[in-house]
């Protein structure tokens, strides 16, 4: 006969004093924390209150209350003002869930199977319900010192990683969540800390669009089917040229569509006020990327035209015309005839002719992978 959660109900204080000593021991934000008796003392009822809980209900086979999740949330409500970051908040839970399953493990004895299950069990729906109480608890205490731009931009990693609590905590900041979201990437290197938040808060206030960096990319979150305005707005800022790609995700399951948002940026040419690139618009070229032998042929190939006359800008502006003869001369500012010199000689270079149907595919991509800047994949030869 069983009497697992009689044993773990003895081993609740060693248990839940073990527990604030390891995260102490782990995160010295947290241990800052506890060398105060008050904020201790708060930690070890916190992690007495959980423990003895988690057991009623598992024998009741009952959730947790919202009497219960309002203490949670009121304990990670009190971390949150102390100025703890996010990721401590992110390892803090990880090890709370970890030395739960470790004291599980340790009581359980060879007739404990059938209860440790149930507690497994309980622990998948309740275990989450409680992180995200205790996370937008977190959440709200920072508010206390985080300003609303930090509060927006944290809003959006959130989204980004597809955290639990993000959509949540939007509405917390009184955002709509739309269904989706378009995400923009714009990759704008070297811009400095003042022009960064500049964009953030001016696409948030212009627009209410939440908006972050991750190194040399900007990120916004544009509600489906809005207008895409704000990127105007973002040039203006930088004031320079940039790359952009996009990609559209479900509001709840954005990490996908960021990814492929940000391989797009890759591939694309930089330019001041830049078309909002998507995959359909790429897709020969992200093919390529993904390919290291044939990026290196593209760029080895590029690299030819280098001994002609502007071969690439030729070749980009005869493309974006649409091969027009006239117009792309007239775009260069050169005599047709010039013009029909330029596109003998990357045949000459290239063997391949431009206005062949091969032409067209294979240079039209080495135009776009020689002005999106990317360095070779693998490594330059």
Known sequence: MSDLLGLLRTRIPDNAKRVVEVCSNDLPDYAVAADDPRE????????????????????????????????????????????MSRPVLRRLLTLHASATLNEIQEASGPTDLPVAMQMLAWLGPQGAAAQQAYTLGFLKGQKHFLPVIGQVRQFAEMVLAEEPAALANGRELGMQIPASYQVIVARAPDVDAETSDEAVHTVWHRYGVAATWYGDDFVALVPAGHS????????????????????????????????????????TRAETVPHLFTAADVFIE?????????DRWLHDLAQRLTDGPDLVSTLDSYYRHDMNRPRTAAALCIHPRSLDYRL??????????????????????????????????????
């Open 40 to 83: 201790y003392t708060d930690m070890l009822d916190f992690a007495v209150f959980i423990r003895r809980r988690t057991i009623d209900l598992v024998a009741s086979n009952s959730p947790l209350t919202e009497d219960d999740l309002a203490v949670v949330a009121a304990t990670g409500e009190r971390r949150g003002e102390t100025g």
């Open 228 to 267: 895409t305005k704000m990127i105007s707005d973002f040039a203006d800022i930088i004031g320079r040229p940039f790359a952009v790609g996009t990609a559209t995700g479900p509001a709840a399951a954005l990490s996908e569509a960021f990814a492929l948002a940000r391989r797009v940026s890759r591939v």
């Open 286 to 294: 992200l093919g390529a990327a993904e390919l290291p032998e044939i």
């Open 344 to 381: 003998q000689r990357v045949h000459e270079l290239t063997g391949i002719a431009p206005a062949s149907t091969h032409g067209i595919r294979v240079l039209s991509a080495l135009v776009s992978r020689a002005l999106s800047g990317r360095p070779v994949t693998g490594g330059d030869r």
